[in-house]
């Protein structure tokens, strides 16, 4: 008995806490934590990251000096387009 | 009543689920975020419930109420506290509950975590996770329910207990660790359909995907390890893989998973692979599905078997509907996926990582067919043809090589280019270990694969030595630390590209262990107490049998006693003989186990198995195996752990160039 009143009550919980939201305005508009302006930041901080790997591969000799500078360059130049996006918004 | 509360709130799961389904497809059509709020709300409730329906049953398990039929199947009063916990998984239906309740977890974490960065995704992250509940609340419902009453007419006084093989303190962690690798999948899997879905895929999507993945795959390796390490320990044939259907399926989709984490970090780094990174997900979560299918289905035990189980057929149907659809959207985004750049350079990283990905996808095929060859033999022509371990390994162990091969090449690698000055020097000296090394066990009258695996396995480990080396030398050099502090400072603001070299190190080591197997040596013997026998440069005294009758079981426990060469005690070695069940007046019900020993060293370990004993002549019988190098494989797991988790870290500073 005290189980079925239980259920019962978790069966009621449930569908008031669904239905709670058709009953707020129509236009009601979702907090957004702007997930575009992140994933560019995500994109600088990968950037960043490959160009401190490339540093380090070129401390340790694993990259020849020609191919490190165009690298680098290729890099801070994708960078740099991500910080213009960043800066507009 | 309580039975009745639990199977009531499966149906209220599974209407839940639909629910979910209904209302975020809705808003996708309407826009409406009313709708989106309150189907975010059910899917959080699905899981919610799932939740209460799982510890409805846990609950009955451990109250021993053989009122429920799976309760009464798998507990029985003797059945210690832990065990009756682990009967949660141990049958059929209680395994899919517990599918669903891990599921439940990853749900919601997924969505609480997501909800505002990924909002776009949300809606189709919810559906897909809802779907794949849906499916598992329909099996438990209607196929497969753990809360179905007892059929008899009678009061059960007793169930019938727990598998004694499943009574072992490995089995309370192992399959709990391989659901968590299992069903993790679904998540990847639910973030690949909506981005391709909303098209969006962006530098966010690839982090929270990666470290999903990285988790995931984490816990499914960890799962497979202690698989391994619960057959050596409790099987008693003295290994720890069998190429087994159900060992097949948590390997397969850890395969495919590899070869993802890999080729994620060139989308990540390059932007390119995006279509063959969505297929692995998609291969990778339909293995896990398919995995679950083949353990729980028993058509590995026969075609026939299978065609009596009832949750096969409806697997299988669920597993083709994944390919259908998935491959079908993966189609019709392709000009999305499309990313139009190419690989630079052969020698490059990317390269490297895409040849390990073939190797890794060719490896996985050549386990699902092995693993599926005797059921297709047996649909198509009505004979079954079995395909044993002298399969798996002819094909594996050379594919295996070439990727431990890989493993030492891939360091070696940099991204968009590597210069064949710069290749040649980094190559030299580990090339020159490898080649010494082959030398000097040819000349130790060593050949074939146990030759190759050890020389590779020393270049590997040269090539991740020399990576450390330069880069504590450099820090050193540079910032003017000394070596201890350079060593963790490198590790600290490296820890994905360290955290994988110590991944690496620990595969290594793992394959020394595995290719000690071929110096394996073993004897069957009886003893009478006081009597000695000899393998190898050991000697085995049987000091006393003694008797206990313990909660569960009856055991015979042999004092045996392990001396060396020189006659030195180095340990006393206790296997026992069980009788499980052994109050039951039924004969056929009392069940034989073998308890074993194992002494480890280093360099082998002692296993040593009580096979059987004759009261009347006093003898008892062992099984003694003396198995060389399996410390490694064990000791290689833990490092594997340790490097996944130092690349999960997250690292908290970001660096101003």
């Known amino acids: 008995m005290i189980g079925s009143i239980v259920f019962l009550i978790i069966f009621i919980l449930v569908i008031v806490y669904i239905i709670q939201p058709m009953l707020l305005e129509k236009d009601i508009t979702i907090e957004n934590t702007q997930s575009t302006t992140e994933s560019f930041l995500q994109r600088k901080k990968i950037l960043y990251k490959q160009i401190k790997e490339l540093d380090m591969d070129y401390q340790l000799g694993n990259v020849l000096e020609q191919d490190y500078i165009n690298t680098r360059n290729d890099l801070k130049r994708e960078v740099s387009e991500v910080l213009s996006v960043l800066n507009k918004k | 009543m309580i039975p009745v509360i639990g199977g009531l709130a499966l149906n209220l799961a599974l209407g839940l689920s639909i629910i979910t389904i209904i209302l975020l497809s809705f808003h996708l059509r309407t826009g409406d975020n009313r709708l989106y709020l309150s189907g975010q709300r059910a899917a959080l409730a699905v899981s919610l419930v799932s939740f209460f329906a799982t ?10 109420n053989f009122d429920v039929d799976y309760v009464a199947h798998y507990t029985s009063l003797e059945t210690p506290t832990i065990y009756k916990l682990t009967a949660l998984w141990a049958g059929q239906a209680g395994s899919l509950l517990f599918w669903l309740f891990i599921l439940s977890i990853y749900g919601v974490v997924a ?12 809606p189709w992250i919810m559906i897909v996770i809802a779907t794949v509940q849906l499916f598992f609340l329909i099996l438990v419902n209607f196929v497969s329910n753990p809360f179905v009453p007892t059929d008899a007419d009678f009061i059960l006084a007793n169930g019938l207990g727990l598998n004694p ?91 495919t998973g590899t070869a993802l984490l890999h080729s994620i970090m060139i989308q990540e780094k390059r932007n390119m692979l995006k279509v063959w990174n969505m297929t692995l997900i998609i291969i990778t979560f339909t293995l896990c599905i398919f995995g679950t299918f083949l353990t729980r289905s028993g058509i590995m035990s026969s075609v026939h078997s299978f065609s009596a189980s009832s949750v096969g057929p409806i697997f299988l149907g669920f597993v083709f509907l994944i390919l259908i659809v998935s491959f079908s959207l993966l189609f019709y985004r392709r ?53 044993g371990a002298p399969f798996f390994d002819q094909i594996n162990i050379p594919i295996g090589l070439l990727l431990l091969l890989l493993t030492g090449v891939g360091p070696l690698l940099v991204w968009r280019r590597t210069s064949k000055q710069c290749a040649i020097r980094n190559f030299t000296i580990p090339v020159t270990v490898g080649l010494v090394t082959a030398l000097i066990l ?23 030595i020399i990576e450390f080396a330069k880069g504590i030398r450099s820090r050193m050099r540079s910032q003017h630390e000394n070596m201890l502090i350079a060593f963790w400072r490198l590790m600290r ?69 392990l001396q060396d060469s020189e006659g030195k005690t180095i340990t006393i070695l206790q296997p026992e003989k069980r009788i499980y069940f052994f109050r039951s007046p039924d ?70 160039i």
């Open chain 2, 587 to 656: 004969p056929d019900r009392r069940q034989p186990h073998s308890e074993l020993d194992i002494y480890n060293f280093l360099n082998s370990d002692i296993y040593s198995i009580f096979n059987g004993i004759d009261t009347d002549k006093g003898v008892a019988y062992f099984k003694i195996m003396i198995n060389p190098l399996v410390s490694w494989v064990w000791i290689g797991g833990y490092i594997f752990v340790l490097g996944t988790l130092i690349s999960l870290y997250p690292s908290r500073k970001e660096t101003v």
């Open chain 2, 442 to 464: 040819f000349l130790l009258k060593m050949r074939g694969y146990v030759l190759i695996s050890f020389s590779l396995s020393s270049f590997v480990l040269t090539t991740i």
């Open chain 2, 335 to 387: 000009a999305f996926l499309y990313s139009g750049k190419r690989i630079e350079s052969f020698s490059s990283r990317e390269s490297g990582f895409l040849f390990n990905n073939v190797i890794f996808v060719v490896m996985c095929f050549a386990v699902f067919w092995g693993t599926l060859f005797p059921v297709i033999s047996e649909a198509i022509r009505g004979t079954k043809i079995t395909v």
């Open chain 2, 493 to 561: 603001k490296n820890r994905s590209r360290y955290g994988g070299y110590i991944v690496h190190i620990g595969i290594v080591l793992m394959f020394v262990g595995f290719t000690g197997h071929a110096f394996d040596s073993e004897k069957e013997f009886g003893l009478k107490v006081g009597e000695k026998e000899h393998l190898n440069n050991y000697q085995f005294e049987l000091l006393r049998i003694s008797e206990q009758e313990r909660p569960n079981h009856y055991a015979w426990i042999a004092d045996l006693r």
């Open chain 2, 111 to 122: 969505i609480l975590q997501n909800r505002r960065s990924q909002q776009k995704l949300m």
């Open chain 2, 55 to 64: 510890f409805v049953l846990a609950q009955l398990l451990l109250s021993s």
């Open chain 2, 165 to 255: 093989l499943l009574q072992n303190a490995t089995m309370v962690i192992h399959p709990p660790l391989l659901y968590l690798g299992y069903v993790g999948f679904t998540i990847p899997f639910a973030f690949s359909i909506a981005a391709m879905a909303q098209q969006e895929m962006n530098a966010l999507w690839i982090k929270t995907i990666r470290t999903w993945i990285l988790f995931v795959w984490l816990m499914l390796g960890i799962g497979i390890i202690l698989g391994g390490w619960w057959a050596y320990q409790e099987l008693g044939w003295g290994g720890y893989w069998a190429w087994d259907p159900v060992e097949n399926a948590s390997f397969m989709p850890w395969l």
